[in-house]
T-cell receptor, first 113, second 117 residues
Framework: DTEVTQTPKHLVMGMTNKKSLKCEQH?????MYWYKQKAKKPPELMFV???????INESVPSRFSPECPNSSHLFLHLHTLQPEDSALYLC????????????FGSGTQLSVL | AQTVTQSQPEMSVQEAETVTLSCTYD???????LFWYKQPPSRQMILVIR??????QNATENRFSVNFQKAAKSFSLKISDSQLGDAAMYFC??????????????FGTGTRLQVTL
């Protein structure tokens, strides 16, 4: 199994809603990542977890809250988002945080109304 | 901070022909990794090829090869015998080899490749 699976594939939410994005991998990877990608732009790193501990937070607003309960799962909890947060959210994993090969999921396309 | 520049927003190639995508980068580090990622309409980022800066030999993966010029800070991707399935957005990316920042990929702005019949 060499897949990173993200759910849901699409999400529409209002600014007052609370939702969560889910990511999972069963490759035994110990590093997991959240990237944000606006339309026609490259992905931008948001968070990195290494061995279930948050190792990098790229100054992301607190309305985005990551969680890594175990080595196979990663969540991104969303609350009181803004329309400008609409984007593709990509999850990735790698064997370790210093391993250069990242495996990406297909992303969750988020629209905030 | 490192920067990655892709100066070709769009490229087009005929099926079976060869195309080269350009990438330049700026860094003060001596040890790093460079990558080309492909993002088709499915949106998944797929690693195409990677190059380790300390290796002089250019990386090759089947129809994909790179021209790595360390002194010029240039890292171009050559796609030979182009296929319709190669149509995608291609991102060049940089990653430090230093542990402290090794998890961070810096991407270029991308080149959209069209493949025509």
């Amino acid at each position: 199994d060499t897949e990173v699976t993200q759910t849901p594939k699409h999400l529409v939410m209002g600014m007052t809603n609370k939702k969560s994005l889910k990511c999972e991998q069963h490759m035994g990877h110990r590093a997991m990542y959240w990237y944000k990608q606006k339309a026609k732009k490259p992905p931008e790193l948001m968070f990195v977890y290494s061995y279930e501990k948050l190792s990098i937070n790229e100054s992301v607003p607190s309305r985005f809250s990551p969680e890594c309960p175990n080595s196979s799962h990663l969540f991104l909890h969303l609350h009181t988002l803004q329309p400008e947060d609409s984007a593709l959210y990509l999850c990735a994993s790698s064997q370790g945080a210093t391993n250069e090969k990242l495996f990406f999921g297909s992303g969750t396309q988020l629209s905030v109304l | 901070a490192q920067t990655v520049t892709q100066s070709q927003p769009e490229m087009s190639v005929q099926e079976a022909e060869t195309v080269t995508l350009s990438c330049t980068y700026d860094t003060s580090e001596s040890d790093y990794y460079l990558f080309w990622y492909k993002q088709p309409p499915s949106r998944q980022m797929i690693l195409v090829i990677r190059q380790e800066a300390y290796k002089q030999q250019n990386a090759t993966e089947n129809r994909f090869s790179v021209n790595f010029q360390k002194a010029a800070k240039s890292f171009s991707l050559k796609i030979s015998d182009s296929q319709l399935g190669d149509a995608a957005m291609y991102f060049c990316a940089y990653r430090s080899a230093w542990t402290g920042t090794a998890s961070k990929l810096t991407f270029g702005t991308g080149t959209r490749l069209q493949v025509t019949l």
